[in-house]
């Protein structure tokens, strides 16, 4: 299988919206609170549009076949107040298809976007995962990733 890791345009965002549905639906499996992803296309798209050419975004593809099986979002942010960075790179979105998992498409497509904030000059990468979400945790801290902060949620 010939894989190829590129940055994503305009033309790429149909795939980039379709993929992300599964991965919205990934998550409503976990929890209900997530919406399904027939509902957040939309507003992906449009998330998409808005930084899929921005200076301080990247948005990385990888295709099989000319068919996309996966993409990662980063971009390059300011900081919570009370960080020392001045900025920070922050990894918004990440997903393989089914089928190509464990296949190191994943980590070619995180060291192109890590050699992205390395020529920005970023020291720090960011990014939120679900406690449950027991692959995507697997992934991140195989990557290095640690824990340094916890999120919660009071449901009323």
Do not use: C
């Amino acid at each position: 299988m010939k894989v190829r890791i590129r940055r994503a345009g305009l033309k790429d965002v149909d795939a980039i919206v379709s993929l992300s549905r599964q991965l919205a639906d990934y998550h409503r499996d976990i929890d209900s609170y997530y919406k399904p992803g027939s509902e957040t296309a939309r507003g992906f798209r449009r998330h998409l549009l808005k930084n899929i050419r921005r200076r301080n975004a990247r948005i990385v593809l990888a295709e099989t076949d000319d068919k996309a099986v996966g993409y990662f979002i980063g971009s390059i942010e300011k900081p919570k107040p009370y960080a020392s960075p001045k900025r920070i790179g922050r990894i918004s979105g990440a997903f393989i298809q089914e089928g190509y998992r464990n296949s190191g498409i994943g980590r070619k497509m995180f060291e192109e976007l890590m050699e992205w904030f390395r020529e920005k000059g970023i020291k720090h990468i960011e990014l939120y995962v679900d406690s449950r979400n027991n692959s995507g945790l697997k992934t991140w801290k195989r990557f290095g990733f640690r824990e340094y902060m916890k999120k919660m949620r009071l449901d009323l």
